[in-house]
């Protein structure tokens, strides 16, 4: 990518005169998040039907960061996020970024030249229960790789091209959600939501770790789901001046969430046409791997997308 390009996307992250490095938030990478939160709540629990504490989840992380340096994977390596019973996708998405490496969503397979020409891997393994497979490797990982807030956290092709999400643009998107939300504390949480989105890694995996939630599909205080919840899921932008009060708006070039009704989250500012949805703000994408896309979507210090 070129420094013009660069220049063009940055500008389109800015929001008014605040800058994305003007606003600092507590946690420098999605690796030191979970960190973060065990020490401050590591008795407490994060998933009732198992009653996995911050502790233990962590540690279950920190195995997992070890079986998929055993497998072979590397720090800045993307990995194929692949869709696992229960919580393991969790899991072995915080033990990508453990290992400083990049996780990527697909439903449809890429061809081997693509992931070839985009570093992209696969995970192989025949038995896809990972509890079992790292009981064996040590609960303490130290990585060799610490991304910083700035480098690719997630790579989505829900939109058809490929998404790059940064570690920032995650952090400040699940804490504009929680903004909105306005829901903190030891609350029972559940979400239902199609796991190849990046609403999925904001609503379903980052959010209960950054808000203190206890993941709780049984009985929860707060719901996340497409249809006849405390929030529903949309995924039609073309419609989204007339949203509900509490309609969650997904846009994946916008890191996941870009409103909750017609009020976009902290440090996004967002203009409908009758086509296209202009955006400004911190929670803009990182680029689209396609750089023809990127240099027809980036224009006027704003992003541009169809909707």
Request: charged share 20%; net charge positive; aromatic share 10%.
């Amino acid at each position: 990518m070129d420094i013009e390009l660069k220049q063009r996307i940055y500008n389109a992250q800015c929001i008014g005169n605040v800058e994305p490095i003007e606003y600092m938030i507590p946690y420098p990478s999605m690796r030191s998040l979970i960190e973060g939160q065990n020490i401050k709540y590591g008795n407490q629990l994060i998933i009732k039907s198992d009653n996995i504490t911050n502790l233990k989840y962590y540690q279950l992380i920190q195995q997992t960061a070890h079986w998929l340096i055993h497998k072979g994977l590397k720090p800045r390596d993307r990995i194929v996020l692949p869709k696992l019973k229960h919580y393991q996708s969790e899991i072995l998405l915080f033990s990508i970024w453990q290992i400083g490496a990049t996780a990527v969503l697909t439903k449809e397979p890429l061809s081997k030249k693509y992931k070839n020409n985009h570093n992209i891997k696969e995970i192989n393994f025949e038995n896809r229960n990972i509890l079992s497979i790292i009981k064996s490797f040590p609960k303490f990982y130290n990585p060799k790789h610490k991304p910083l807030l700035s480098d690719e956290a997630l790579i989505t092709f829900e939109s058809g091209s490929g998404i790059q999400l940064s570690h920032y643009n995650l952090l400040i998107n699940t804490s504009g959600v929680l903004k909105l939300i306005n829901r903190k504390g030891r609350i029972r949480y559940s979400c239902k939501i199609n796991f190849y989105t990046s609403g999925w890694v904001i609503l379903k995996a980052i959010l209960p770790v950054y808000g203190g939630y206890i993941y709780d599909d049984y009985n929860p205080d707060l719901t996340i789901a497409e249809s006849n919840a405390d929030f529903n899921i949309r995924y039609d932008l073309n419609k989204i001046d007339k949203f509900n009060h509490n309609d969650l708006a997904l846009c994946p070039q916008n890191s996941g969430i870009i409103s909750i009704g017609k009020d976009p989250i902290h440090l996004t500012q967002f203009t409908k046409t009758k086509h296209k949805l202009k955006i400004k703000g911190h929670s803009v994408m990182m680029g689209y791997l396609d750089q023809e896309l990127n240099e027809e979507s980036f224009k006027s210090k704003a992003l541009f997308i169809s909707i």
